[in-house]
């Protein structure tokens, strides 16, 4: 039997999958894919084969892809060419007997169409050319990472209330690990081939439900306040950040605002078989230590 591989071995969502994997694959049976595998060596360690590749360079892909069945394609990293890069891994798959390619995409509203700068155009390219490459597939689509709400949810919340322009636009975001365990899911299970899900979180929120949990944990306040997408823009080139990031940590909060991430499904309840973390349950485990309440600032300082 082949072996299953996860690209992106050395960061969040790749890791994580493959530390889950390694509860329940023999470590034989399994391979990360790294462009410098002494990153990963703490999986290497456990037995997981890692294997030199860069998506940007296919002869390193066709030879790391040798004596796989299933591969899961993590995303390459936005500002970078992701078109060329997962065309590339997905071709190399082929080349190499890969029978099944598995993509975390993002999740989007097809009807809607709403562009999200700098995953959108590539994830429907991506997904166009594994559906064309005769290759079996399976496509995840995720949304947005719960790990990464502080981002949204900046220090300073507290004090100044939650200002993003999201209107009353929903979305249902997922922590890394139990999207990890989804991908676990089709990796090790059969009945998942060729089939798209869109992966969500228990629970849909908008940023005014954020806020109110946000004013439970704090026990005063915070505003909710939708701000236009452009002032919102300014305050991330204010604070320093460099254009294309502010643009697009902006255009996720607009999206929200659109009704981009609106439709959540139970497919990751039903890939995992159990019910994965929602926004209220990370948020009153979280958020205390990611923004401190301003009397604890002061015992903490
Ligand atoms: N849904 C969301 O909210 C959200 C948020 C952030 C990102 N994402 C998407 O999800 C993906 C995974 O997120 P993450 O947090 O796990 O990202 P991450 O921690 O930054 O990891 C990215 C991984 O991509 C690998 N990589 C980068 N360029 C590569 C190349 N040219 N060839 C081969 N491998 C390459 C890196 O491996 P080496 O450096 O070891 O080669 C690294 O392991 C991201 O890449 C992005 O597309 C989604």
């Known amino acids: 039997m082949g072996k299953l591989l996860v690209t992106g071995a050395t960061g969040n969502l790749g890791h994580l999958t493959l530390e889950l994997l390694l509860e329940r694959v023999p470590a034989e049976q399994l391979a990360g894919l790294s462009r410098a595998p002494e990153r990963a060596s703490d999986l290497a360690e456990r037995g997981v084969d890692i294997r030199q590749g860069d998506y940007l360079d296919y002869a390193s892909l066709v030879r790391a892809f040798e004596g796989v069945d299933k591969l899961l394609l993590v995303s390459a990293l936005a500002f970078t060419d992701r078109s060329a890069q997962h065309f590339n891994a997905i071709a190399a798959a ?22 999200q700068v700098g995953v959108t155009e590539s994830d429907v390219f991506t997904e166009q050319a594994l559906r064309a490459s005769g290759l079996t597939y399976t496509i995840l689509r995720n949304p947005m990472y719960l790990d990464h709400l502080e981002l949204y949810i900046p220090p300073g919340t507290y004090e100044k209330g939650l200002r993003v322009p999201s209107g009353e636009g929903t979305m249902a975001p997922a922590l890394l690990r139990d999207l990890a365990a989804g991908n676990v899911a089709v990796l090790t299970q059969e009945g998942h081939e060729n089939q798209t899900y869109t992966l969500n979180g228990s629970q849909a929120a908008s940023f005014r439900e954020i806020a109110a949990v946000l004013s439970e944990i ?35 909060v607009a999206g929200v605002g659109l009704g981009a991430f609106s439709k959540s499904t139970d497919d990751l309840e039903r890939l995992i078989g159990y019910r994965p973390t929602g926004y209220r349950e990370f948020l009153e485990k979280n958020y205390p230590a990611i923004v401190p309440p301003a009397e604890d600032k002061a015992a903490l300082s």
């Open 94 to 115: 082929k080349q190499a007997g890969v029978k099944h390619v598995i993509y975390t995409s993002i999740q989007r509203d097809e009807e809607l169409g709403i562009v």
């Open 218 to 252: 704090h026990g005063k306040p915070v505003p909710y306040e939708p701000v236009e997408r452009e002032a919102h823009l300014q305050s991330y080139l204010q604070n320093g950040t460099p254009q294309p990031v502010a643009e697009f940590l902006t255009a996720w």
